[in-house]
């Protein structure tokens, strides 16, 4: 089986997620929080019951963007 989200949160590890945003109708899924990657494969949808393992990855990501602006 693909380790699909750990290889997402290696990729935003690595500075590769450009932005994120809450879609309620993507495709074949319905609500999900959606990724943007700066790399292929750029959408990677997350369905809501995984939302809980990326909200302290993407508060800490913010940061990082923040102080980059600084």
Known sequence: MY???NKIK???KNGELESYYFCDN???IGECLVFVFKTEPVLRPIRPHKYYEYMN???NQDKINLEDEE
């Open 3 to 5: 380790p699909y989200h």
């Open 10 to 12: 290696q990729r935003i």
């Open 26 to 28: 993507y495709p074949k």
């Open 57 to 59: 990855i993407l508060e």
